[in-house]
């Protein structure tokens, strides 16, 4: 008898510690244990993401990394961001060498179904669309017939651009590139008649350009491009938190919980703001987190529509309007789940 407890006690102590070691096997014990979130972001990208001459990162992308920082550790600061070029961005999340992709990547089917990444929601509703020299006299990319049009490897922007092409019956170039500061260098130096990429990218990258009244975005919009973080799909907890820290950014704005306003929010008798600031529930126990997660994300990064117009509009260099990016309620796409 004493033999046979024994040996339930030794399974007991194996199963406590095998569950230990799944637990600090999850991409969130991994990131507390280390102390830093490892983001990956855009080489360099205005509105997405972009660093400054001491290394200080800004961004639509960026808040986001900084906001699931906020949400873990109540510190945005704690983030290591890892610059990617687009051909390598999912090799390195499928790697594990960064814990999320917030890097103006496009959601298709084929990238969820067979990369072994999930998208976790859109953060910007986005198109492509070409850019072109004034001097060239086009108006119009169906005016683009036998150009050669700069765009990047491993990107969805070389088969829209072979889809459009093709579709219209119009001759073209291909002069492909492994990141957007080559294929911009070389629109600029002439290598190319235009160039190709979602339409807020090609807004940023006339900004960078020597002389950006002289170059034109043309109107049409030849794709959908719904750009959001992507997670291995492998931790259910870890796609379930960084879904819903958009989620969070999204219900806060829709509810008028503000940098600004937050703490006197939590004091608010209204039950859906109780509920998304932890004063009821335990819906970030849920996730791993703590009842104020959401809180944490308001007061050090703001909603969504605060870091959205400190990175795309009014606010910003690039002054691109809220559009198909406005929430439901008002005309747009933004729409998330209630925390309830």
């Not at 873990?72 to 060498?97: A, M, W």
């Not at 976790?120 to 492509?128: A, E, K, R």
């Amino acid at each position: 008898m004493k033999k046979f407890a024994g040996a339930t006690l030794l399974a007991a102590i194996g199963l406590m510690t095998a569950a230990s070691t799944v637990s600090a096997q999850t991409i969130l014990g991994q990131v507390k244990q280390r102390g830093a979130l490892n983001c990956g972001v855009h080489t360099g990208l205005a509105g997405f993401g972009v660093p400054d001459a001491q290394g200080n990162w800004t961004g639509l992308d960026v808040d986001y990394c900084r906001a699931i920082a906020s949400a873990i550790f109540n510190d945005p600061s704690k983030v290591r961001y890892i610059p990617l070029v687009s051909k390598d961005r999912f090799t390195v999340v499928q790697s594990g060498e960064v814990d999320v992709l917030i890097r103006n990547t496009t959601w298709t089917m084929s990238r969820d179904a067979s990369l072994g990444v999930l998208f976790t929601g859109v953060n910007y509703y986005d198109g492509q669309s070409f850019m072109v020299r004034k001097k060239l006299g086009v108006n119009s990319a169906l005016q683009l017939s036998g150009a050669s049009v700069c765009t990047l490897q491993g990107t969805t922007s070389e088969l829209n651009v072979a889809d459009y092409f093709r579709a219209n019956n119009l001759k073209y170039e291909v002069v492909s590139f492994a990141g957007s500061d080559e294929a911009m260098t070389a629109y600029e130096a002439g290598r190319c008649d235009a160039i190709t990429n979602d339409a807020s990218s090609l807004y940023s990258i006339r900004l960078k350009l020597a002389a950006p009244d002289e170059h034109l975005v043309l109107p049409e919009i030849i794709s959908k491009e719904p750009l959001g973080p992507a997670v291995r799909s492998s931790d259910p907890q870890w796609f379930n938190l960084v879904k819903w820290t958009h989620f969070a950014m999204l219900n806060a704005e829709e509810l008028g919980v503000t940098q600004a306003n937050v703490d006197q929010q939590l004091k608010s008798d209204n039950p859906e703001v109780k509920r998304l600031l932890g004063a009821e529930g335990k819906f970030g126990e849920q996730i791993g987190l703590t009842p104020d997660w959401v809180a944490r994300i308001v007061k050090h990064v703001g909603n969504y529509g605060e870091s959205f117009e400190r990175n795309f509009g009014q606010g910003s260099p690039l002054k691109i309007v809220r559009g198909q990016n406005g929430l439901w309620s008002k005309g747009g796409l933004q729409y998330a789940p209630p925390v309830r």
